[in-house]
Nanobody, 127 residues
Framework: QVQLRESGGGSVQAGGSLRLSCAVS????????LAWLRQAPRKDREGVAC???????TYADSVKGRFTISRDNAESTLSLEMNSLKAEDTAMYFC?????????????????????WGQGTQVTVSS
Protein backbone atom coordinates (compact mmCIF):
# COMPACT_ATOMS: atom_id res chain seq x y z
CA GLN A 1 0.00 0.00 0.00
CA VAL A 2 1.56 3.30 -1.15
CA GLN A 3 0.93 6.32 1.03
CA LEU A 4 1.63 9.92 -0.01
CA ARG A 5 1.73 13.05 2.14
CA GLU A 6 2.41 16.53 0.74
CA SER A 7 3.87 19.53 2.52
CA GLY A 8 5.36 22.90 1.67
CA GLY A 9 2.46 24.80 0.18
CA GLY A 10 1.67 28.37 1.12
CA SER A 11 1.22 31.91 -0.14
CA VAL A 12 3.82 33.81 -2.13
CA GLN A 13 3.98 36.86 -4.35
CA ALA A 14 4.36 36.54 -8.09
CA GLY A 15 7.97 35.94 -9.01
CA GLY A 16 8.66 34.10 -5.79
CA SER A 17 9.54 30.47 -5.11
CA LEU A 18 8.17 27.53 -3.17
CA ARG A 19 9.31 23.96 -2.67
CA LEU A 20 6.76 21.19 -2.29
CA SER A 21 7.62 17.84 -0.78
CA CYS A 22 5.79 14.53 -0.76
CA ALA A 23 6.70 11.78 1.68
CA VAL A 24 6.22 8.42 -0.02
CA SER A 25 5.96 5.13 1.82
CA UNK A 26 5.09 1.56 1.01
CA UNK A 27 6.52 1.30 -2.51
CA UNK A 28 9.34 -0.30 -4.43
CA UNK A 29 11.05 2.41 -6.44
CA UNK A 30 11.71 0.21 -9.45
CA UNK A 31 8.06 -0.01 -10.38
CA UNK A 32 6.58 3.31 -9.37
CA UNK A 33 6.40 6.59 -11.26
CA LEU A 34 5.57 9.77 -9.36
CA ALA A 35 3.94 12.99 -10.44
CA TRP A 36 2.60 16.34 -9.33
CA LEU A 37 -0.80 17.42 -10.57
CA ARG A 38 -2.82 20.50 -9.67
CA GLN A 39 -6.37 21.69 -9.72
CA ALA A 40 -7.57 25.26 -9.51
CA PRO A 41 -11.16 26.25 -8.72
CA ARG A 42 -13.47 25.80 -11.71
CA LYS A 43 -10.67 24.35 -13.82
CA ASP A 44 -9.80 20.84 -14.92
CA ARG A 45 -7.05 18.94 -13.18
CA GLU A 46 -3.68 19.57 -14.85
CA GLY A 47 -0.55 17.47 -14.90
CA VAL A 48 2.44 19.55 -13.76
CA ALA A 49 5.46 17.22 -13.80
CA CYS A 50 6.27 13.53 -13.75
CA UNK A 51 9.38 11.52 -12.94
CA UNK A 52 9.73 7.86 -13.79
CA UNK A 53 11.58 5.12 -11.98
CA UNK A 54 14.90 5.89 -13.70
CA UNK A 55 14.68 9.64 -13.23
CA UNK A 56 13.37 10.72 -16.61
CA UNK A 57 11.24 13.84 -16.23
CA THR A 58 8.30 15.27 -18.16
CA TYR A 59 6.78 18.73 -17.67
CA ALA A 60 3.68 20.59 -18.72
CA ASP A 61 4.52 23.36 -21.18
CA SER A 62 3.15 25.92 -18.74
CA VAL A 63 5.85 25.15 -16.15
CA LYS A 64 8.87 24.21 -18.26
CA GLY A 65 11.95 26.17 -17.24
CA ARG A 66 10.34 27.26 -13.95
CA PHE A 67 9.58 24.03 -12.08
CA THR A 68 11.87 21.10 -11.30
CA ILE A 69 10.68 17.69 -10.15
CA SER A 70 13.03 15.33 -8.33
CA ARG A 71 12.87 12.17 -6.27
CA ASP A 72 15.11 10.73 -3.61
CA ASN A 73 14.46 7.02 -3.40
CA ALA A 74 16.75 6.64 -0.38
CA GLU A 75 14.72 9.21 1.53
CA SER A 76 11.41 8.20 -0.10
CA THR A 77 10.70 11.80 -1.03
CA LEU A 78 9.28 13.50 -4.10
CA SER A 79 9.92 17.22 -4.51
CA LEU A 80 8.79 20.08 -6.73
CA GLU A 81 10.91 23.22 -6.83
CA MET A 82 8.79 26.08 -8.16
CA ASN A 83 10.43 29.32 -9.27
CA SER A 84 9.15 32.46 -11.00
CA LEU A 85 5.68 31.69 -9.76
CA LYS A 86 2.71 33.27 -11.49
CA ALA A 87 -0.83 33.96 -10.35
CA GLU A 88 -2.03 31.22 -12.71
CA ASP A 89 0.01 28.67 -10.72
CA THR A 90 -2.47 29.08 -7.86
CA ALA A 91 -4.05 25.68 -7.22
CA MET A 92 -4.22 22.68 -4.94
CA TYR A 93 -1.18 20.54 -5.71
CA PHE A 94 -1.31 16.77 -5.37
CA CYS A 95 1.38 14.16 -5.58
CA UNK A 96 0.38 10.90 -7.19
CA UNK A 97 1.89 7.47 -7.78
CA UNK A 98 1.39 4.89 -10.50
CA UNK A 99 2.49 1.27 -10.35
CA UNK A 100 2.16 0.49 -14.07
CA UNK A 101 5.79 -0.39 -14.67
CA UNK A 102 7.49 2.81 -13.55
CA UNK A 103 7.05 4.99 -16.64
CA UNK A 104 5.11 8.25 -17.05
CA UNK A 105 2.45 6.77 -19.28
CA UNK A 106 0.00 9.31 -20.78
CA UNK A 107 -2.88 7.88 -18.79
CA UNK A 108 -1.02 8.69 -15.59
CA UNK A 109 0.62 11.91 -16.77
CA UNK A 110 -0.98 14.11 -17.71
CA UNK A 111 -4.14 12.00 -17.58
CA UNK A 112 -4.18 11.68 -13.80
CA UNK A 113 -5.14 7.99 -13.72
CA UNK A 114 -3.10 7.33 -10.61
CA UNK A 115 -3.16 4.40 -8.25
CA UNK A 116 -2.49 6.58 -5.20
CA TRP A 117 -3.00 10.22 -4.26
CA GLY A 118 -1.91 12.50 -1.49
CA GLN A 119 -4.34 14.82 0.28
CA GLY A 120 -3.03 17.93 -1.47
CA THR A 121 -1.33 21.16 -0.46
CA GLN A 122 -2.52 24.66 -1.42
CA VAL A 123 -0.32 27.06 -3.35
CA THR A 124 -1.51 30.67 -3.67
CA VAL A 125 0.37 33.20 -5.77
CA SER A 126 -0.66 36.82 -5.52
CA SER A 127 0.01 39.24 -8.34
Amino acid sequence: QVQLRESGGGSVQAGGSLRLSCAVSGYTSRYVSLAWLRQAPRKDREGVACIDNVGKTTYADSVKGRFTISRDNAESTLSLEMNSLKAEDTAMYFCAADRSGGRCYPGFFPGGEADYWGQGTQVTVSS
